[in-house]
């Protein structure tokens, strides 16, 4: 069964430039879910989908993250315009999304972006 | 409110002694409890999880969990430390709640595994 896709999975970008991320879930996977992982932290959780539809983006700084799933499969998010701050890896996870039943979260290999 | 918390940020122990990395959790739910392992320059995986089965749960690599709801706890242990598990693990836990999971992670604890 192939795992949760991530790419690039390095990028290097200048402050104030924008910058993409895509996801794509274990296939069957109703729920993805963008987190970001400062050096030394755990993860935060930035967006969580149930299929095309946002569950929780109470943690995205909406004024320069946005992120999409708008076939209900794979996901971008997208840091326009990036901050020093910003750099961090950024983390893709899915699980099956069946409601009532506890999930178990699977992770991509994570995009590490440096902004200088 | 949901909370974990790691007790130690920094674990060191010698090739072939025993493993206990500490986990403490607060919920307002049954919650499930899972461990995850970082390798450097990786993502995430799944090393074990409790979903209300048995309390005591074998992973892979030889890492076992046991949940102590008594004492609000979800140790991770392992009886003989390989270098390869010089590695991030995280603590997660996760409430069912009416609006579906939610995953709350501890802040880490680093394994060193001296040779």
């Known amino acids: 069964e192939a795992g949760v896709a991530q790419s690039p999975r390095y990028k290097i970008i200048e402050k104030r430039q924008s910058v993409a991320f895509w996801c794509n879930p274990i296939?069957?996977?109703?729920?993805l879910y963008w987190y970001q992982q400062i050096l030394g932290q755990g993860p935060k959780l930035l967006i969580q989908?149930?299929?095309?539809?946002?569950?929780?983006d109470s943690q995205l700084p909406k004024d320069r993250f946005s992120a999409e799933r708008l076939k209900g499969v794979d996901s971008t998010l997208k840091i326009q315009p990036a901050k020093l701050e910003d750099s961090a890896v950024y983390l893709c996870?899915?699980?099956?999304?069946?409601?009532?039943?506890?999930?178990?979260?699977?992770f991509g290999p994570g995009t590490r972006l440096l902004v200088l | 409110a949901q909370s974990v918390t790691q007790l130690d940020s920094h674990v060191s122990v010698s090739e072939g002694t025993p493993v206990l990395l500490r986990c403490n959790y607060s919920?307002?739910?049954?919650?499930?409890l899972f461990w995850y392992v970082q390798h450097p320059n990786k993502g995430l995986q799944l090393l074990l999880k409790?979903?209300?089965?048995?309390?005591l749960v074998k992973g892979i690599n030889g890492f076992e969990a046991e949940f102590k709801k008594s004492e609000t706890s979800f140790h991770l242990t392992k009886p003989s430390a390989h270098m390869s598990d010089a590695a991030e693990y995280f603590c997660?836990?996760?409430?069912?709640?009416?609006?579906?999971?939610?995953?709350?992670f501890g802040t880490g604890t680093s394994l060193t595994v001296i040779p």
């Open positions: 996870a899915s699980s099956l999304g069946v409601r009532g039943h506890q999930e178990t979260q699977y």
């Open positions: 296939s069957g996977h109703a729920t």
């Open positions: 989908f149930q299929n095309n539809g946002v569950v929780d």
């Open positions: 919920s307002s739910y049954s919650p499930s």
């Open positions: 409790y979903t209300s089965a048995a309390t």
């Open positions: 997660v836990v996760s409430p069912l709640l009416d609006t579906g999971n939610q995953f709350y």
